[in-house]
């Protein structure tokens, strides 16, 4: 049998809080059950709002919107409230849909509605510069100076364990 191709028009999809019944889904874009225990526990504890893009209630994308203020930028805030927006991350087959500007715009208007008036992230502009355009795209603008955001562990194709520095700079918004 001959492969052949076929386009899917317009797929539908939806942003919606995540709960622990999603775990296993989760697994398909991001394979490390700790990390998302650790940001339910979060989100149980009122500190974080777990975001998650679904298509068929298959999970497709993630953001971790923290409620704990972003203590580096306060400086750029007049010290007011700013929560942070952690691990953006959509699976590489849907990026450049919309979908991540959409799970964005999904932690903005929690911020709205909670009265909280600034948001802010770190994004590494030198690994992930498309990250960092849609970003600006969405009105945050760049605060501070390139950081060392944390280093982490990984083993790469062949098998080489190794460090990784990410060199991230602050980007903020007001809601």
């Known amino acids: 049998m001959n492969v052949k191709t076929y386009e899917i ?15 296993d889904s989760l697994l398909l874009v991001k394979n490390d059950v ?4 650790d940001r339910f526990q979060q989100q149980d504890g009122g500190k974080a709002v777990y975001f998650g893009a679904f298509i068929n209630n298959l999970a497709v994308g993630y953001v971790l919107l923290s409620l704990e203020n972003k203590e580096d930028v306060m400086a750029y805030t007049n010290h007011e409230k700013c929560a ?6 959509i699976i590489a087959p849907l990026r450049n849909y919309g979908i991540g500007s ?25 690994d992930t510069p498309a990250a ?40 903020i918004k007001p809601m």
Do not use: F
């Not at 028009?9 to 775990?23: G, M, T």
């Not at 942070?84 to 991350?89: G, R």
């Open 132 to 171: 960092q355009r849609l970003y600006e795209r969405l009105g945050y603008h760049t605060v501070g100076a390139l950081h060392l955001d944390g280093v982490y562990d990984y083993t790469d194709s062949q098998g080489n364990q190794g460090k990784y520095e990410d060199w991230c700079i602050d980007m």
């Open 84 to 89: 942070d927006m952690i691990d953006l991350l």
């Open 9 to 23: 028009n317009a797929v539908s999809y939806q942003i919606r809080i995540i709960k622990e019944s999603d775990l």
């Open 102 to 126: 959409r799970l964005a715009l999904a932690c903005e208007e929690y911020c709205r509605e909670n009265e909280i008036p600034y948001l802010g992230l770190d994004v590494n502009p030198a």
């Open 34 to 37: 700790s990390v998302h225990m």
